[in-house]
């Protein structure tokens, strides 16, 4: 069998989109594959007929669509160069593709850069789109008058007005003065109708049966946000607003429209803080009744790198919400019914990236059995694939199974994987990484992992684990509040001393460790509490609780709530926390990765430790990622991946002990 080269991601194929038609009797989905030369991604629309997937038309650099009927397709399109000439002036041209037919045609212009996320019927459209307090001019005046506004905005582009916080955002750069707004798009009239106030930002929406009704989440602009939303509903006919729920109590996920009931998942975050999972409460009367209690998470959370873009989860189908959750290694689809039944419908060994009912049949869009993204159909509680995506791209691979560990202390099991090297033998050793996962609220499962696989074929030995802190486990489990680089360390640590008791074959002299986000911080902490790792690789990672409180576009509220502490009032609580203080104590060789656009882990937390650590003569190398942000070993572009794993493999390589 072949050795998986770090290249080969070139090849991997990533689904997303996956939805069917109005009338559930087809699916449209998207692929996208990386472009070597480009630098980018590029996008394929697919049909999914009678379970045949077929590539339909090259979407380029977009990779949104809508049904627009249960024939039609809608998606931001731009066929000429005159097109995309009028997007740089903050146009979006839409674009329908006839199923039956193969007919393109262009189907409206947009006077602003919006998403279209719903046809209403009766030529109205819901529109989403990101806007400054400016930028609604653009719909609002004559051509002169809009002209004028983009010379102002293109003057704007010269520096940024902040008067808030959080005033930028991973991946999506500067937002201050930003909102996330709808509106109804009349195709008839050309006319855009604002829904909500230019001050307000939206959070998430759910459209009624009849389209009637748009239900959202939100709430209007402060100077500090809050994680806490407000719930409202708009009436299409009458172009009215109702206040549904407005009290700063609760922390709003998603909501259901069951039979007569409006169904919310809400925590108020008194017990186990930002991350304590959902509960469901039914709204009634502006307040909001708890409805059935609920300990663990309800969406996917388990990490992979061979994702790109997301499909929906959960849906409402025959007076049942169907939904994802996380459990322990794996996902599962849950129904719950308005009399408060909830149930497991079907436990996934691997991870359900999007889920469809297409014909009275559950399709999935899955990461099964150490395969890539494929579409899977359920029948009799298995799993049937029904697409060959990547059939070709790890074709005569080795792809190393995922073996079972678990550490157990006092009170709980620390489940976590091992990864046997390509053409192991009992006989040799082999030196090991461990990897950990972000979050901390994330999960590894027993999916493909191409950094890890690709490590396996190199010849090491891979472990990986889910601490304490990870999801999966309900509220208690998670909850680290206050104790980052304690009780997740000897987890970690225990586990660790596991792999090597239960796998004689690793080499001692040669261990290694790496991580990324949380990975990154417990990488940095871990260096500098022991001697263990032979060298280390810590990327887009925290360094100094104080310093990332008022850098990061979450930090003023995660580090409060995770750390259990302010810079100002509990200074000495977060630098005992933070890895810096132990600085100089690290003799481990360090490697660092980061990149200038990450905003959720701001780059001068590398700064600040590779500073101290060269002034110190440790052995330390910066990698410097330039135009990439947090998810750059998930979804960054194509040469930055490649470099990025080459650069910490290449970091391992160099100091193995002969």
Known sequence: MERIKIKDILDYKFISGFKANPSRTQAAFVVAKAHHEKNNYQHQLYTF????????????KDSSFIWDNDNTLLFPYKKTKAEEKKVTEKHQIYYRYEIESGTLSHAFTLPILGDVVKNLGDDLYLISAVLTAQEHALYQGSEEERKEVLKKLKDA???????????????????????????????????????????????????????????YTGKQARAVRTTTANIFVYHVDTKTTEVLFKQDTHKIGRLFLLEDKIIVEASEMKEYGLNQNFDFYTLKNQELIPFKSYSLSTYNSMGSDVRKGGSQQTFIYQNKIYFVRTNDDHTEIMTLDANKQL??????????????IINDQIYLVGLH????????????????????????????????????????????????????PKDFSPKETYPLILNIHGGPKTIYGQVFYHEMQYWANAGYIVCFANPRGSDGKGNEFADIRGKYGTIDYDDLMGFLDLVIKKVPQVDEKNVFVTGGSYGGFMTNWMVGQTRRFRAAATQRSITNWIS??????????FSKDQVDGHPLTHTKLLWDHSPLKYAHKIETPLLIIH????????????????????????????????????????????????????????????????
């Open 343 to 356: 149930d497991v419908l079907f436990v996934m060994d691997g991870s359900i990236d999007g889920l469809e």
């Open 369 to 420: 059995k150490q395969k890539l993204q494929e579409i899977y159909r359920l029948e009799e509680g298995k799993v049937k694939q029904k697409t060959r995506i990547n059939g070709k791209a790890l074709k005569n691979k080795y792809i190393a199974k995922p073996k079972t560990i678990i550490s157990k202390n006092a009170i709980y099991e620390i489940k976590g994987f091992v990864l046997y």
């Open 548 to 557: 990332f409180h008022g850098t990061s576009d979450i930090g003023y509220y």
């Open 157 to 215: 582009q010269l520096y940024e007005e902040i008067q808030e916080i959080p005033f930028y955002g991973n991946g999506m750069g500067f937002i201050a003065n930003k909102r996330r707004q709808l509106f109804i798009y009349n195709h008839t009239n050309e006319q855009l109708i604002p829904i909500v106030d230019p001050d307000f930002n939206l959070i998430s929406f759910e459209v009624s049966a009849d389209l009637k009704q748009v239900y």
């Open 595 to 658: 990149s200038d656009e990450d905003y959720r882990c701001p780059i001068e937390q590398a700064i600040q430790f590779y500073t101290i650590l060269k002034e110190n003569g440790l052995d330390t190398r910066f990698v410097w990622f330039k135009g990439e942000n947090h998810e750059l070993s998930r979804s960054g572009k194509p040469k930055a991946r490649i470099k990025r794993l080459q650069e910490i493999t290449r970091w391992f390589n160099q100091h193995i002990s002969k």
């Open 49 to 60: 007929i009678d379970e045949k997937a077929k590539r339909v038309l090259s979407l380029k």
